[in-house]
């Protein structure tokens, strides 16, 4: 226990787990051989930019920015899902006005991106992006259709496993995390040295979504469950993200 300050105990904020946490460099997962700094980090001082703008939450996102399968005339072709869940602080206390954004494939595996040259249709219907605020007790609700896995070419007929990619702003744009979520009892995690580069299995099985009958919605969608943890022992792994003072 730290020395009393003002004749009360100093509390100090809990480190993360270093292997509940992917590093820069994992080899397997080739693109991080290109981009894992070779030198240590500089810390840069926010100045007013960062700490200030742009503005982000209440009347930046729509009604219906939360629904990906109601963006255009039409319906998508998939499986309708509802994911849902939490946004939680390290000891559990919710984080609400949160805005998450996702991003995705469509249920055949192509991304609406022109790098994209995977051989799988577009869907007219599909853009695969959306967002919403986390409410008073940090819930969020997607719906969307369940992506496809999709070929990628880091080794050998490397597939990347289903999985929805996760952004959560804090409220200003220097405070973002990235992850990505995948689905319960997929055969491609196994293979997948962007899951796989996460040390702990453990923290590996906090990315993946669970399948939740209670959000589940009868003759229309299944329900998957899929909390974010900041910070703490059981925080959710993220991208690009090391302690700076390691
Ligand atoms: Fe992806």
């Known amino acids: 226990m730290p020395e009393p300050s003002n004749g009360r105990p100093v509390t100090r904020y809990r480190r993360d787990d270093p292997a509940g946490q992917p590093p820069y460099l994992h080899p397997p997962y ?38 990906l399968t109601r963006q255009h005339a039409g319906e998508p072709l998939g499986e309708r899902i509802v994911v849902g869940g939490r946004l939680v602080d390290g000891d559990g206390r919710p984080v609400p006005g949160a805005l998450l954004e996702v991003w995705q494939t469509n249920a055949a595996g ?3 991106h022109e790098v994209d040259r995977h051989l799988a249709p577009l869907d007219p219907n599909f853009s695969g992006a959306g967002r919403c605020l986390t409410d ?38 220097a405070q973002r995390l990235v992850t990505q979520m995948y689905f319960q009892g997929d055969p491609l995690l196994g293979q ?55």
């Open 30 to 67: 080739l693109a991080t051989r290109l981009r894992a700094p070779e030198r240590p980090l500089v810390l840069l001082h926010h100045t007013l930019t960062e700490v200030t703008g742009p503005l982000l939450g209440d009347g930046r996102v729509r009604k219906l920015d939360h629904d």
């Open 110 to 112: 192509r991304y609406r």
């Open 192 to 246: 997948d040295p962007i899951f796989n580069s996460i040390p702990d299995p453990a923290a590996r099985q906090r990315l993946v979504a669970r399948f939740d009958l209670d959000a589940t919605e009868p003759e229309w969608a299944l329900g998957y469950r899929f909390d974010v943890v900041l910070r703490g022992r059981e925080a959710t792994p993220v991208e690009g993200e090391e302690d700076e003072e390691r």
């Open 136 to 173: 008073a007790d940090g819930r969020y609700r997607f719906v969307t259709i369940r992506p496809g896995a999709y070929p990628w070419r880091n080794h050998h007929n490397a597939w990347r496993p289903a999985h929805i990619h996760f952004s959560v702003f804090g409220r200003a744009f």
